[in-house]
């Protein structure tokens, strides 16, 4: 069965630190890999996603994930938080013969300013 | 509409009562998905609806959850006989489908129902 795990629960950066968050995820076939961030009393939204091609992907506010197929890792990255990236992210996994998304248990990030 | 909107967006029950949430996903959106948010545990996937096809049901925890989806648009998901530990926040998605071509199209969530079981 598939499986993601997110091994960072709960992330504190002062502003301007940089921010790697580890995702994982069980599953030998093909993948379409998401993250989502759900901040502060708002809903859960798309940060950026990866299907095929540059394993490097851009999302918005400057955040960027890498998909490395060998670790079957797609950490999410950004160089310099912001107080207003305070949320919960979520890494989620689909694999290509499935309609539905497994989805990690989240991390906390506080960023202090 | 402009978005996913679920009702209602907080409910307290008693245990043995039953509760029924609703969810409205963006028009012209054929895949609707329930999930289940419990504290520390993530988004748990519960059941999937892609237009008139059967709905995939493997992710209900046991048979006092049951959801429905009337005319592809709304859907109602039930629990039977709560129990305290069906304590959660119940997330709707909907998305334009389900896939194509192997991609997994964006879902859109709501805002969920918060649900709490004394």
């Known amino acids: 069965a598939q499986s993601v795990s997110q091994h960072n629960h709960h992330v504190i950066l002062s502003e301007a630190a940089s921010l790697e968050l580890g995702c994982n995820y069980s599953?030998?076939?093909?993948?379409?890999l998401f993250w989502y961030v759900q901040y502060p009393g708002q809903h859960l939204q798309l940060l950026l996603k990866?299907?095929?091609?540059?394993?490097l992907v851009k999302g918005i506010k400057g955040f960027e994930a890498e998909f490395i197929k060998s670790k079957f890792s797609f950490n999410l990255r950004k160089p310099s938080v912001q107080w207003s990236d305070t949320a919960e992210y979520f890494c989620?996994?689909?694999?290509?013969?499935?309609?539905?998304?497994?989805f990690g248990t989240g991390t906390r990030l506080q960023v202090f300013p | 509409g402009a978005g996913v909107s679920q009702s209602p967006s907080n409910k307290v029950t008693e245990k043995g009562k039953d509760v029924e949430l609703r969810c409205d996903p963006i028009?012209?959106?054929?895949?609707l998905y329930w999930y289940r948010q419990s504290l520390g545990q993530g988004l748990e996937f519960l059941i999937y609806?892609?237009?008139?096809?059967?709905?995939?049901k493997s992710g209900l925890p046991s048979d006092r959850f049951s959801a429905e989806r009337t005319g592809g648009s709304v859907s109602t998901l039930t629990i039977q006989r709560t129990q305290q530990e069906d304590s959660a926040v119940y997330l709707c998605?909907?998305?334009?489908?389900?896939?194509?071509?192997?991609?997994?199209?964006?879902?859109?969530f709501g805002p969920g129902t918060r649900l709490l079981v004394l």
């Open positions: 998605a909907s998305s334009i489908v389900a896939a194509r071509g192997g991609k997994q199209e964006t879902q859109y």
């Open positions: 599953y030998g076939g093909t993948v379409n």
């Open positions: 990866y299907f095929s091609g540059d394993p």
């Open positions: 989620a996994v689909n694999a290509r013969n499935t309609d539905k998304l497994i």
């Open positions: 028009s012209g959106h054929t895949a």
């Open positions: 609806f892609q237009g008139n096809s059967a709905p995939d």
